[in-house]
């Protein structure tokens, strides 16, 4: 089945600096490759998607390309806001012939002003 | 598109009980996932409607563990005789599509507590 290793945090940083959260994934076949962002109080929702390799997927501000040789999908803002403080998930889909996500354990990051 | 919602967002019940969740997709999503978050870590994946049909389950969706899908509308999750450790956040996920590539909706979840 898929797995994911995900950046183990928390991760603490000041307003403005640049943020990488690595990811990388076993997954059957080719997968689809997600993250998706869960705010304090509120529900999970994407953040980004990529389903191809070398594609690129980008929201606000974040970015994290499909490397399909490395099999791995770090995501990276380059200057990170009080706002963006989250729990920050990767998740492949893929190895059915639907869109099953796999979760990574998540990554606390705090954005401090 | 009101999005996904799930009722109700929190339950407090004793061991041994039975407990029943509700999940109203997204308006004419052919796709419906339930998964399950405990503390600390990311959702993992229970099961797995298309339309009406239940076609898959995970190895953690024991004997305890139904959900149906009737007329691919709503789904309901119950769980008999519930245990201390099926405490956790149940999530519900919706999307439209045949491949691998949609995007999955979440509804807020219900908090489940087994005292």
């Known amino acids: 089945g898929n797995s994911v290793t995900q950046m183990e945090g928390p991760v603490t940083l000041s307003e403005e600096a640049f943020l990488t959260i690595n990811c990388t994934y076993t997954a059957t076949g080719y997968p689809s490759l997600f993250w998706y962002v869960q705010y304090p109080g509120e529900g999970l929702q994407l953040l980004l998607k990529a389903t191809k390799a070398d594609d690129k997927g980008s929201n606000k501000g974040f970015e994290a390309t499909y490397r399909k040789e490395t099999t791995s999908f770090h995501l990276e803002k380059g200057s990170v806001q009080v706002s963006d403080s989250a729990v920050y998930f990767c998740?492949?889909?893929?190895?059915?012939?639907?869109?099953?996500?796999?979760f990574g354990q998540g990554t606390i990051l705090t954005v401090h002003p | 598109d009101t999005g996904v919602s799930q009722d109700p967002r929190h339950k407090i019940t004793k061991r041994g009980q039975n407990v029943t969740f509700r999940c109203d997709p997204i308006s004419e999503h052919n796709r419906l996932y339930w998964y399950r978050q405990t503390l600390g870590q990311g959702p993992e994946f229970l099961t797995y409607f298309q339309n009406e049909a239940q076609l898959e389950k995970s190895r953690l969706l024991s004997d305890r563990f139904s959900a149906e899908r009737p007329k691919g509308s709503f789904s309901t999750l119950e769980i008999q005789r519930t245990e201390q450790g099926d405490s956790a956040m149940y999530l519900c996920?919706?999307?439209?599509?045949?491949?691998?590539?949609?995007?999955?909706?979440f509804g807020p979840g219900t908090r489940l507590l087994v005292l």
């Open positions: 998740a492949p889909a893929g190895g059915t012939s639907y869109g099953k996500l796999t």
């Open positions: 996920a919706s999307s439209l599509g045949t491949g691998l590539s949609e995007t999955q909706y």
